[in-house]
């Protein structure tokens, strides 16, 4: 049963571009979301966070934007840059820090030159 | 800010071995730990929840006795691969947070580099 999906396994852009990465999560319980930046054999990297009493938080070219309604948040990259390329997982939890995170399945984001 | 280390960052081992991987934070004391597995081109996965001085809490289907969990310290866990198997290769993932109020990453999680397990 998986709770977090991100249903593009891949995306393309080109540079200067946005880039939306979008997640889906079905637990009503989750009250704060995350989106990591991952390299293969490597650790994930935190990009941004959201808690559910916001639908929208902002940092540099990142932008997070939660819809508890359709319970979907999106991650906007703007603009690209080829340093982006990266497989990126959104993350849900009950609460922040100490409680378990549930990652969804990343989307390789591919940014072309 | 926060660093997590884990060690070794590769171990290849022949089936049947017992493989133990360290997971610290170096600079900050963790109170709780999780460790995740990761499948090719799958996504991280949690496997148990351990908090310092308690027993790991397991997600279901991770089987305790195979994946042995140990949070002795507040800087210090341990998950032990016991009897690895060609099935349990995988790159398995370590994060550490603080419910310590005073601590620079209160309820923030930080990620280790993880530890890519291949067993022969």
């Known amino acids: 049963d998986q709770q977090v999906k991100q249903n593009s396994p891949s995306l393309s852009v080109q540079e200067g571009r946005i880039s939306i990465l979008n997640c889906d999560y079905t637990?009503?319980?989750?009250?704060?979301f995350l989106w990591y930046k991952k390299y293969p054999a490597e650790g994930p990297t935190f990009l941004i966070s959201?808690?559910?009493?916001?639908d929208k938080n902002e940092d540099g070219r990142f932008t997070v934007f939660l819809n508890k309604s359709a319970k979907h948040l999106s991650l906007h990259i703007v603009p690209s840059q080829p340093g982006d390329s990266a497989v990126y997982f959104c993350?849900?939890?009950?609460?922040?820090?100490?409680?378990?995170?549930?990652f969804g399945t990343g989307t390789r984001l591919k940014v072309l030159a | 800010g926060a660093v997590v280390s884990q060690h070794p960052s590769r171990v290849i081992c022949k089936s049947g071995t017992s493989v133990k991987i360290e997971c610290r934070s170096l600079?900050?004391?963790?109170?709780?730990m999780f460790w995740y597995r990761q499948f090719p081109k799958k996504s991280l996965m949690l496997m148990a929840t351990?908090?310092?001085?308690?027993?790991?809490?397991?997600e279901q289907g991770v089987e305790k006795d195979k994946f042995l969990i140990n949070h002795a310290s507040l800087t210090l866990s341990t998950l032990t691969v016991t009897s690895a198997h060609p099935e349990d290769s995988s790159f398995y993932i370590c994060?550490?947070?603080?419910?310590?109020?005073?601590?620079?990453?209160?309820?923030?999680?930080?990620f280790g580099p993880g530890t890519r397990l291949t067993v022969l």
């Open positions: 959201i808690s559910s009493i916001k």
């Open positions: 351990s908090n310092e001085g308690s027993k790991a809490t397991y």
């Open positions: 993350a849900a939890s009950k609460a922040s820090g100490t409680y378990k995170y549930i």
């Open positions: 600079d900050f004391q963790a109170t709780t």
């Open positions: 637990n009503s319980m989750f009250d704060y």
């Open positions: 994060s550490a947070s603080s419910s310590i109020k005073d601590s620079l990453i209160y309820n923030e999680q930080f």
